[in-house]
Structures are given as C-alpha cells and as structure tokens.
C-alpha cells in the first residue's frame, strides 16, 4: 500500500483563543496512514487525539513538524472528511439537505448531487429516511447520517472523533460492524479516536497509544486478527490486553484519563 498521509516531528500548542502558545500538547509525533488503512487512536484525555484529527483536517495550526497529504484534488470532491462524536445536523433541514450541505461550495450539479445523496443514504442503510427530520431519528440514525454527509463528498480520508462515544452498547455495536461493512465497501483509509480499547482492536489494522507529557506516538499494535473477526476471537482479546497493559504505563507515567 502507499502512504496517503505522512506526518514527521508534529508539535502542537494552543492557548485559551485556540492560537499556537505555550507548552506543548504533543511534540516529535510521526506517523504514517496508508492507502485503505483502518487505524484507531487511544490515549488519556488532554493527550491531543482531537487536535491532530484537526490538524489533518487543517482546521488547526501546528506548532512545528510537516503533514504530507497524497490525495487527489477536485472541484467535485473534498479529500477528508470528519464525523464527530455527535452528529451535528441541522434541525432545520431534513436528512437529505443536510447531506447536502456538505457537498455545497464543490462544483457538484443537482444530478450528481442527487445520486450522491441516494448512494451514501443505501450506504449506511438509511435510504428511506432522507424526507425525515432529525427529531425524528435515534441517536445510532443521527451518526449514521454524520457518516453519510462524511462519505457523500467523496474523501479519501475520513477523520472520526469518538463517533460512537454517546450511544448505548448495543447501537454501538451494531455501528461498528456497519462501519467496517462500509469500509470495507468504499476502500476509504480511516484514523478512528476512541477511549474504548476494545472497539479500538476491534476495528483497527493498527492501534497507535498516544501517550506522555507532552504527548507522543508511544505504542503501535499490528492487530493479527482477520477479518472478519469477532470480538471473542483469541487474537483480539490478547491484543486487547496488549493495549490495556500499554495504557496502563501510561497513567502510571502521570497523565490522566
């Protein structure tokens, strides 16, 4: 596979106006995304998870450290996407127009905005919802429509900030296993935040523990289990104890959940 984003000795640093100042949050971070990749992010609270996810994204400044990004560019797409932990939609707009809305500003006609709509509505198994406003959803409906805006403008990264954390157990489940069906559908690469480790091994090809003061890249878990897996596979519950044992070390080093 080839690398889709690289990044090399990334400082980040911010004050309460959200401008670069101060101690650093993360420093000497490196890391590279390949081409298809799954990969998950674990780490205390403070660590710098969303911050990096927003520095990708160029929504935030780095300190220091270079991001190379090897995506194709167009006017009809955008090359990431984020989805955060809630969904975010307009109350005011119904499911389709708020799909809609991240596809405005490209050079998208009404046809092949349609067809978009239509496409990414199937994909995540809400194609009979899009005349519904949002009240009208549960919570799991609400993400999954997050998730359609995300992939209705084509990205090849698709950023994910906790996207699960608000949800029960069993929709959060049941939205994991849609989440790999649909990468495993689109070939997106996706760089997955999450404070549960066992969702973390359960969908990652890596784990990466982001860890320290300031923070950094301290751990990378190759997950060994197949796909599919199961969460009671052998495999994944040793990796999961693996990345337990890693965050561990990491409070005992000082920072906090």
């Known amino acids: 596979m080839a690398a889709i984003v690289e990044i090399d000795n990334l400082a980040a640093a911010f004050d309460a106006n959200g401008e ?6 993360f420093a000497n971070l490196d890391l590279t995304i390949e081409r298809g990749e799954f990969v998950t992010l674990v780490g205390p609270s403070g660590a710098g998870k969303s911050t990096l996810l927003r520095i990708i994204a160029d929504l ?6 270079n991001v190379r990004k090897t995506m194709q560019q167009s006017a009809q797409r955008r090359p990431i996407a984020m989805v955060f932990q809630e969904a975010r939609l307009m109350p005011w707009r119904r499911v389709r127009d708020n799909i809609a809305f991240g596809l405005e500003g490209l050079k998208v006609d ?9 496409d990414v509505l199937r994909l ?14 549960s919570g799991g ?8 805006r995300a992939l209705a403008v084509d990205p090849d990264l698709l950023l994910m900030d906790e996207p699960f954390g608000a949800l029960d157990a069993i ?21 997955f935040v999450t404070h549960d480790i066992d969702e973390a091994v359960y969908l990652g090809d890596r784990v990466l523990l982001l860890g320290g003061s300031p923070a950094t890249i ?11 897996r199961r969460r009671d596979q052998e495999q994944v519950t040793e990796a999961v104890t693996r990345v337990k044992r890693g965050l561990s070390q990491t409070f005992e080093g000082g920072a906090g959940i």
Do not use: C, F, N
């Open 141 to 148: 409906q609400r993400q999954r429509v997050g998730i359609a």
């Open 171 to 191: 929709t959060r489940q049941t939205l994991q296993d849609e989440l790999l069906r649909i990468w495993h559908e689109t070939g997106k690469s996706v760089l």
């Open 218 to 228: 301290t751990q990378s878990y190759d997950i060994a289990a197949g796909r599919p």
């Open 124 to 137: 995540v198994g809400l194609a009979d919802y899009g005349d519904r406003w949002p009240y009208e959803l």
């Open 60 to 65: 935030m400044p780095a300190r220091q450290g």
């Open 110 to 118: 009404k046809g092949e905005r349609d067809r978009r709509i239509d």
């Open 20 to 25: 670069p100042a101060g101690s650093p949050v």
